[in-house]
């Protein structure tokens, strides 16, 4: 049973456009939703995350959106650049358990 | 700090034989997690250990999956005996306390392929 639905499975952005990567949940026991970014040979590394308690939060070119009332919640990358390629990764995690519930990916390609 | 350290990072190994894999998580940290990541079924939490004792094994795939924490420094997962559906990358991972705020930290990853 995947509790957290992520898509699209793969994206390709130009350079200097907006990334979108949406997730949606089941689970409303879930507190706190972390985005992670996992570049290739590697394990995936924080990257932001947000409290149900926020609409949006924002760090540098990376925002998350998120409505409560839809259990969606999604990340936008404004500004692309290559080295943003990599794949990304939505998760939910529950304030009576420390296990992370994590999307299926998406894998992003910034094109030049 | 060093972080999560893995080893090996890659092994190769023949069905039937039986496979270690080991982590040494970040000091200080309280929370150990190991991860299986595979294109089919995507990063699956496998096992957790809390304080070296383990917390939550259901997703541990069968019996022949295994996991010690012998200490606050070292834990082992094992595979005996392996099959070539174990083939994937391993993560371990660790973080500080039971807040859920806390970041977990990953390691690099050992890719097991089973031939």
């Known amino acids: 049973q995947q509790q957290v639905k992520q898509s699209p499975q793969s994206l390709i952005v130009q350079k200097g456009g907006i990334s979108i990567i949406n997730c949606a949940y089941e689970?409303?026991?879930?507190?706190?939703f972390p985005w992670y970014q996992q570049f290739p040979g590697k394990g995936p590394a924080l990257l932001i995350a947000?409290?149900?308690?926020?609409s949006e939060k924002k760090e540098g070119r990376f925002t998350i959106s998120f409505n409560k009332s839809a259990k969606q919640f999604s990340l936008h990358i404004m500004d692309s650049q290559p080295g943003d390629s990599a794949t990304y990764f939505c998760?939910?995690?529950?304030?009576?358990?420390?296990?992370?519930?994590f999307g299926t990916g998406t894998r992003l390609q910034v094109t030049l | 700090d060093a972080g999560v350290i893995q080893s090996p990072r890659h092994e190769v190994t023949e069905m039937g034989q039986e496979v270690t894999l080991r982590c040494k998580p970040i000091?200080?940290?309280?929370?150990l997690f190991w991860y299986r990541q595979t294109m089919m079924r995507g990063l699956e939490l496998l096992i957790y250990?809390?304080?070296?004792?383990?917390?939550?094994d259901s997703g541990m795939p069968e019996d022949r999956f295994s996991a010690k924490m012998p200490n606050a420094s070292f834990s082992t997962l094992k595979i005996q005996p392996s099959e070539p559906r174990d083939s994937a990358v391993y993560f371990c991972?660790?973080?500080?306390?039971?807040?859920?705020?806390?970041?977990?930290?990953f390691g690099p990853g050992t890719r097991l392929t089973v031939l």
């Open positions: 689970n409303t026991a879930f507190d706190y």
């Open positions: 947000i409290r149900p308690d926020v």
């Open positions: 991972a660790s973080s500080r306390y039971r807040d859920i705020y806390n970041e977990q930290f």
């Open positions: 998760a939910a995690i529950t304030g009576t358990a420390s296990k992370l519930t």
């Open positions: 000091s200080g940290h309280d929370y």
């Open positions: 250990f809390n304080n070296n004792v383990p917390i939550d």
